[in-house]
């Protein structure tokens, strides 16, 4: 599948539309008693882990946990469109509760995928009950992003015939959210048939946790070293019983939580967005408001507008495909949290800009934003780890389709600049051409080698099929005569010269930067990629932000 989206009419798992509004709801209620502004701020200056507002939110009343929770171990049985719905909308009240409750699904996810009924029922129960803060142990002090580095160790202990009744646990982890108040973990330790998750709970004998970190951002939240010193867990803790499972396990619901992370970045950004454009309608500067200024809001303000709605219609096609059951999806959870998170960190970044001083002023919140965002182009797999993802696995599949992959997506995008005229489809379709070419190029002259050259790879990559997802997004919303088709529709025209800018950029950066190409060659690639033909794609670009400036700030 090219990745064109969900065929209407197929069943999705989890909730209808209105239950998933009940919950966002219940999240935007927690403003008004439990997480007011006032009551974040204090979290955040004195670095408070809100133990007790999260069991809060766990409890009878609230119960966001059960969102997450399949129906048949007492949850709601929600899927991947509601996970990042909901998670986005408490992201928007603060990103370090939000990565506390993350951390409880986290947590959850090898028990989800691998766990054996026995277990589900026991500790995802518990979860459901609300009685379990839970955390995910993966990271190392020598096994960041190369988790197969790691040295945690789990031993078998055997009874006298011979059978395993437990493991003893030895080693070290880093960094590890909610750690030091988690009722259990879901730790991954080494075992002679490879790496595997175990359940340990909070009371085993020599399981310890080190000091908070004190961090740059995500305050709200507690990160801190464990320690395991011989500790036994009992067989049954082993997740899912058979030793070895654990990358396996832990790859498999990659597409779904960097998924979540990148919506976790657009609520923060969605949050200092949201405060920017009020004041811009406010704040007098030179005799008018700053959202009259042009050059403010085609700098700071529409770029990253286009952004977050191109990353959303990204974010909500993958989880729409997820909940209709395809698997496969981590390439396409790299693209999102790539994509998502760098767009949201430099929202957040342009936010803080464009109040000036304020900006700079914790009172205003989007200096704590900007703080907060910047760990979700770190944790979870970083940017770099993405990038090496997504081009090696695009590269591969570029040549087991024999080019069919981009093809497609070119071929959908002719068609659809038939009835959809402005919206850059054009320019996707010429993008895609050209990507399949270069992924070509660069395997026949083994410049796949070389990382930054891959690096260059994945981004045009990313900006395409999240450039893509917009369009398809614009065409529906357009179908469907939506009062947003107007809006997306410009948005996606504008994005199409954002991944055109990077195509005409990063092109002769793989052609001339690699050194190994002749001038005849490279003027040969750059005609038969049409690559002139990209200019177009800033025909009446002003315009078009103009337009765009106009909706946002109901001009
Ligand atoms: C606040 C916070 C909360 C966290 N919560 C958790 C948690 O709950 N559970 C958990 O298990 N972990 C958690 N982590 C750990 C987090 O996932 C890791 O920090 C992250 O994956 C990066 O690993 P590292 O810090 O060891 O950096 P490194 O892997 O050492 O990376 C350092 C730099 O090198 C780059 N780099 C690494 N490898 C390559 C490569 N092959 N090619 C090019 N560049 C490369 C990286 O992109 C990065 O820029 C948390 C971290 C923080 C800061």
Not at 329 to 341: M, N, R, W
Not at 476 to 487: D, H
């Amino acid at each position: 599948m090219a990745g064109s989206g969900v065929e209407t009419g197929t069943a999705l798992k989890g909730l209808d539309a209105e239950s998933r509004q009940m919950v966002i709801d219940t999240v935007r209620q927690l403003r008004e008693r439990l997480l007011t502004k006032e009551i974040i701020s204090e979290f955040d200056k004195k670095e408070i882990f809100p133990e007790e507002t999260i069991r809060k939110m766990l409890g009878p009343e609230i119960g966001l946990q059960l969102l997450f929770i399949p129906e048949a171990y007492g949850g709601m049985g929600g899927g991947a469109l509601d996970c990042c719905a909901v998670t986005r909308e408490m992201s928007r009240i603060c990103l370090g509760i939000a990565t506390a409750f993350f951390a409880i699904q986290l947590g959850s996810d090898p028990l989800v995928v691998g766990g054996t009924e026995e277990q589900k029922s026991k500790w995802l129960g518990a979860i459901a009950e609300g009685k379990a803060l839970v955390a995910y142990a993966v990271t190392e002090p020598n096994a960041g992003s190369n988790v197969a580095a790691l040295t945690t160790k789990a031993d078998s202990v055997r009874n006298e015939a011979g059978e395993i009744t437990g493991y003893q646990i030895n080693g070290t982890k880093q960094f590890i959210s909610t750690g030091a108040y988690a009722d259990f973990i879901t730790l991954l330790a080494k075992t002679p048939e490879g790496p595997t998750f175990f359940v340990v709970e909070k009371e085993a004998k020599g399981f310890d946790h080190g000091k908070d970190e004190e961090k740059h951002g995500i305050r709200a939240s507690s990160t801190s070293p464990l320690s395991f010193t011989d500790v036994f867990v009992p067989a049954q803790n082993l997740i899912g019983g058979i030793p070895g499972k654990g990358l396996a396990q832990s790859n498999k619901v990659f597409g779904y939580t960097r998924l979540m992370v990148g919506a976790m970045a657009l609520g923060a950004s969605d949050a200092a967005m949201e405060i920017v454009i009020s004041y811009a309608k406010e704040r007098i500067q030179f005799g008018s408001p700053l959202s009259e200024k042009q050059g403010y809001t085609h700098k700071l303000i529409v770029p990253n507008m286009v952004r977050l709605e191109a990353a959303t219609a990204y974010i909500e096609e993958i989880a729409k495909r997820l909940d209709a059951g395809e698997q496969d999806l981590q390439i396409e959870g790299s693209i999102a949290k790539l994509f998502a998170t760098e767009s949201a960190n430099k929202t957040a970044d342009d936010a803080m800009q464009a109040l000036g001083g304020y900006g700079y002023i914790n009172e205003f919140e989007v200096e704590k934003i900007k703080r907060d965002v910047k760990i979700t182009c770190i944790y979870e797999g970083t940017s770099e780890i993405q990038q090496n993802i997504i081009s090696t696995f695009r590269w591969k599949k570029t040549r087991k389709t024999k080019g069919e992959y981009y093809n497609s997506i070119a071929l959908e995008m002719e068609t659809l600049n038939r009835t959809l005229k402005d919206a850059g489809c054009r320019f996707y379709q010429l993008a895609a051409n050209a990507l399949n070419e270069i992924i070509t190029l660069a395997h026949e002259n083994r410049l796949t080698r070389k990382q930054y050259i891959m690096f260059a790879l994945a981004d045009m990559i990313t900006h395409l099929e999240i450039g893509v997802s917009l369009a398809r997004k614009a065409s529906k919303l357009t179908e469907a005569q939506s009062a947003e088709a107007e809006k997306i529709t410009l948005m996606s025209k504008i994005f199409s010269n954002e991944a055109s800018q990077l195509m005409m950029q990063n092109v002769p950066k793989i052609l001339m930067g690699s050194g190994v190409f002749d001038e005849k060659k490279i003027s040969d690639f750059i005609k038969a990629i049409s690559y002139y033909q990209l200019l177009g794609s800033f025909h009446h670009l002003i315009g078009d932000m103009d337009r765009v400036a106009d909706i946002i700030f109901e001009r």
